[in-house]
């Protein structure tokens, strides 16, 4: 089926306005390749053919419970940038930063030290949801290593983002609320009782924990009455810490709106005034909105970007009841939503154009594509500052994101994640994807690049092209193709030819002697041929 016929199939629904009217029921079917490839696409970047084999055999419990899993504590960046036009003058080559002095010529090459080591976690993670939480929380608390403009902060906000990204969601907000980087981004830093900066109290509320739907009808004094709450946060530049100061927080009482039940938090002086903080977030988290927003915020980053009446009555609703009962702990939502009918309904598969991320990383991890060493500092996060400068040329600039609200993909209606395709960003990334089946990138003399015909190797019957031709597209499409479709890639693989001996033929004589250059190139340039040729097709897009 194309993707026009796909994405209209439903039309019972469609006529009487929804898409959808399942729920979070437990999903019941057998857990097949389909239902499993679409699980790992959704959670992980790209699915290599090693992640599907580690979940084959088990149950949806146990796939779950595997998923969500946090990864150990990652070593942090290191100094990669040493070199003949700039030499670090208190950290030696292979060496972290992090927590290093500050030398304000070294800032732009700590960013992409920053940037680089992060888009290797993404490149080699685990067979968990953790590294993609780690992007929609940094998306969710969006700050810009541009305006924070030291990568210490920046490394130590992702590495709270880390800490807490499969953990409770209350106790992660006050934890941002308390960052040095949040601090410094949004000017919490600044908000003393002489002189208030609502921004971060603005953006808590309308950002990060009620949103701004028709239910969140907080005021403009509720804003103005949380900035007091929060006056007095300071950040120590040297150890890149924040503590509070009495002497700058506002002591008087802060009266909130009826929305807030008229909530009065009575002004503290002294060390107790850092306690108001905690009343602010317990007030904002008694607001059923708040469970609603942050439930909505994951369907449209897991699942679809569309949310009708039957999807909130009957998905979000019961998930945000859940999120509520178990605290706001993070994990039983993921796995309620995981492993319920509503996200294996057919209408929520291949329903996603991919993040310029997901699409970068995701090709690499589902070709396996090798990099440098680690042993190899610089090249090694060379490699991985090319990926990362892919997926910014394509409108994701990983560490910055265009504005306090993430990127417009995952909140502007009614494009939402459509935004990510346009007359600029599809060809590069149809110019990355021949890059990387085509010759590669190569810098120091190291290149990075597809092996296509180790990819084929792996596979269960490369000799058979009807069979490659269908164990590749479980992996790399998350949709079935037209039989036109299929019939043209067999003939590239049999150049021309009606029978499928000719392909095998030639990959029989290929695996005899894999040193002899005429065999094989005959085969290379048919493999090549047809991976382009599916790379560039609108369905790569999808996940």
């Known amino acids: 089926m194309d993707r026009r016929s796909f994405i209209t199939a439903n039309t019972q629904s469609k006529s009487i306005g929804f898409r959808t009217n399942t729920g979070l029921f437990p999903y019941s079917p057998p857990l097949g390749t389909a239902e ?13 053919p090693t992640d599907i084999s580690k979940v084959k055999g088990k149950s949806l419990d146990e796939v779950l419970d595997m998923l969500l899993i946090a990864n150990p ?63 929609f929380w940094h998306n969710h608390f969006a700050t810009e290593t541009v305006d924070i403009n030291d990568a210490r902060y920046s490394y130590k906000h992702n590495a709270l983002l880390r800490k807490f990204a499969l953990g409770n969601f209350k106790t992660l907000v006050k934890e941002i609320t308390l960052d040095p980087g949040m601090l410094r981004y949004l000017n919490g830093y600044l908000n003393n009782k002489t002189s208030p900066d609502e921004n971060y109290a603005r953006e808590l509320q309308e950002l990060f924990t009620l949103g701004k739907g ?40 802060k009266q909130f709106s009826s929305f807030y039940n008229n909530t009065l938090i009575t002004g503290k002086t002294g060390a107790a005034g850092a306690n108001e903080l905690d009343e602010l977030i317990n007030m904002i988290f008694l607001q059923p909105e708040t469970a609603l927003y942050i439930c909505r915020r994951l369907y449209r980053f897991f699942v679809y970007y569309e949310i009708d009446q039957a999807t909130e009555t009957n998905l979000i609703e019961p998930l945000a ?46 070709f396996n594509v090798v990099f440098p060493l680690s042993t190899d500092t610089i090249n090694h996060y060379y490699m991985h500052e090319y990926i990362r400068t892919q997926a910014s040329n394509m409108q994701q600039n990983l560490g910055d994101p265009p504005s306090v609200a993430g990127w417009a993909a995952y909140y502007q209606e009614p494009q939402f994640h459509e935004l990510w395709i346009n007359a600029d960003t599809l060809p590069r990334r149809s110019q990355f994807s021949d890059t990387m089946i085509g010759n590669g990138y190569t810098r120091n003399g190291k290149n990075i690049t597809i092996d ?21 597209l479980s992996i790399i499409y998350a949709i079935d193709i037209s039989k036109e479709v299929r019939d043209f890639l067999k003939s590239i693989l049999l150049s021309g030819q009606s029978t499928d001996s000719y392909w095998t033929a030639a990959w029989v004589t290929y695996k005899a002697n894999v040193t002899n250059t005429a065999n094989r190139t005959i085969v290379l340039t048919r493999l090549k041929s047809m991976f382009k040729y599916l790379m560039n097709l609108s369905e790569y897009q999808l996940s």
């Open 214 to 253: 028709p239910k969140s009808n907080y005021t403009e004094s509720d804003v103005k009455q949380a900035a007091k709450v929060l006056t007095g946060y300071t950040v120590n530049a040297t150890t890149i810490t924040s503590a509070f100061d009495s002497t700058k927080h506002d002591t008087g009482n």
């Open 452 to 472: 296509i015909l180790s990819f084929v190797d792996s596979l269960s019957n490369p000799t058979d092209p009807n069979i490659l031709i269908t164990d590749s």
């Open 321 to 366: 009841a859940l999120f509520r009962s178990n605290n706001y702990e993070i994990k039983p939502v993921l796995k309620a939503l995981f492993s319920s009918e509503h996200f294996y309904d057919p209408v929520n598969r291949a329903c996603m154009i991919k993040g310029p991320v997901d699409y970068c990383i995701g090709l690499c991890r589902e």
């Open 73 to 135: 504590t990652p070593d942090p960046p290191v100094n990669n940038y040493n070199n003949t036009n700039y030499t670090d003058p208190v950290v030696p080559l292979g060496q972290t930063w992090v927590t290093a002095p500050n030398d304000g010529n070294a800032t732009g090459y700590r960013h992409s030290s920053f940037k680089s080591w992060w888009t290797g976690l993404m490149l080699n993670q685990n067979t968990s949801i953790h590294e993609k939480m780690v992007l």
């Open 36 to 48: 499993i490839t679409h699980l790992l696409r959704r959670v992980l970047f790209g699915v290599k």
